[in-house]
């Protein structure tokens, strides 16, 4: 499967054709994009032609209404001849040090329940203890650094064998994943796409009739998972940080998984917190 995203090289490299490329995906007008941005239809075409060059405060308005992402606005601000705009600090950086502190104690918080930070290639940077009922009997090799979120849970010697509505929970990770190719460009991030989406089933895998999980779960798609005897049912919710200024923190996201049912919350009170 061959993922093609917003940016394609077809695109062009000047700061016309990447924020033409913008708009279309957003699917908005050159006069629609000119009325959001204070501007006229007149100059957005102009710029998006190479026949005007866009300020430094045009760059950031025009990607600020076209919601694009703030690596991304970099690359915009690159491509019009100005220096990026917003930094890129180490997660490790002594700047960091609080919003670290955080994010580590929100998922000190969330045990005895699953929580993982990721970055914007799905390397895991922080997890809580809870976070070993996933990953029981996952393969030494994909559990050497860089962890990476979707490769331990597709992959057959990973968590892949253990998800007993694993169609299910592939097909929802690949479609993230394609949503994420779409609004940025990352050719980590499509690589990483083409290698797992290329993994076989596992031999072993447990199937349970999706129309059995819809019937116990109507509200939203649970990852099943066997461990020790027993199915385990979680939720996944992702949190972002709001206006992020920094392309680190704008590439951050908090997973945390929220037990679907009574059976699940009892046995891991009862695990974690003896």
Known sequence: MTIVGVMGAEAGTGVGPLLRGWRERRQLSQLQLALQADSSARHISFIENGRSRPSQEMVLRLAEQLDVPVRERNSLLLAAGYAPHYPETPLD?????????GMERL?????????LVVDGTFRVLAANRSLGVLLAGVAPHLLE????????????????SRIVNFRQ????????????????????????????????????ALQEPEEDITELFPFALPLRIAYEGRVLSFLSTIATFNTPMDVTVSELAMETFLPADAE????LQAALNP
């Not at 950086?93 to 502190?101: E, H, I, Q, S």
């Not at 949503?179 to 083409?194: A, D, K, Y």
Request: cysteine-free; proline content about 12%.
């Open 107 to 115: 998922l000190a918080a969330h045990d005895p329940y699953p929580a």
């Open 145 to 160: 650094p860089p962890l990476n979120a979707m490769r331990i849970t597709l992959h057959p010697e990973g968590v892949a």
């Open 169 to 204: 929970w592939r097909r929802h990770l690949l479609e993230r994943m394609e949503h994420q190719i779409s609004l940025v460009r990352s050719e980590p991030l499509r690589e990483l796409f083409e290698e797992v989406s290329a993994y076989p089933e596992p031999a072993s």
């Open 264 to 267: 699940t919350v009892a046995f």
């Open 93 to 101: 950086d002594p700047a960091m040090d609080a919003l670290r502190g």
